[in-house]
């Protein structure tokens, strides 16, 4: 139960959840033309993230329910895709449903390689490391080191402003500085079957999933001159049960330090747990 809480939490976080493989050779952005159309506005965004070689995001995603508890989880993630595709998750607060994770969570992606840190895992799997390492190539489509490797997917820059595409009510809203940039304020909602054919096809199936909980989702996106999204706010509801999360976008293109942890700190999976 705590994992599908988990996942349900991280998916508004990321609203599309597929794995984080942002291409790109590098941003050339345009200050945006300021009487484009909304809806111009969020497909030039689009296309702009999805040149984005590196950033940092922070988000809060708070859940409730009206026969379970309320839920939180936050953390920030530094992602590049060059040289090398590498990202570095941590998860301060994993509290659902009154049950946490005491000392959160934190994963190392680099290239085909994760390193998960998180007690519970541990006691899992029967690590006797603090951190685990797994490579993806050997990692069935299952298992408990995934789980938190999701929680990588949940943050993906260029496939949450992708999913916003699809709205055909968004407008702009006014102006408004976030974190020292200047940004138009835009709002608006899609539906989710929608926002999912906005992906590509092979990422659809774990957007499908991972927002299968709700039907439509109402938006907040702050965009700089560059055109690129700085604030993301994210709500949706259904039958009672209600979900928000904020996200925070900084450090487009910036030199970010990923690295892995002590060699001496790092245990293989058992066998027989990556299925």
Known sequence: MLKRRINLATAAAGAALVAVAV????????????NLAASEVLAQAAQKTAEVTSYTVDAVVETAHPQES???VQGRMLYQSKPQLAADLTLDTVDMGGKGLPGGVRAVLQG????????ALKELVGATKPWIKVSLSEMGGSGEVKQYLDQIQQFDLASVTKMVTASKD??????????????THYSGSFPVDVAVQQLPADQREQASRNLAELKDVKFDIWVDSDGLPRKLALSGAKEGATLNASLFFK??????????PPADQVGELPKGTTN
């Open 23 to 34: 291409a790109g050779c590098g941003s050339n952005a345009q200050p945006i033309q300021v």
């Open 70 to 72: 309320k839920g939180k």
């Open 112 to 119: 085909d390689v994760v390193y998960v840190k998180v007690e």
């Open 251 to 260: 450090g487009f293109n910036e030199p970010v330090k990923i690295e892995a």
């Open 170 to 183: 968004v407008k702009s809203v006014g102006t408004e500085s976030v974190d020292g940039a200047d940004t």
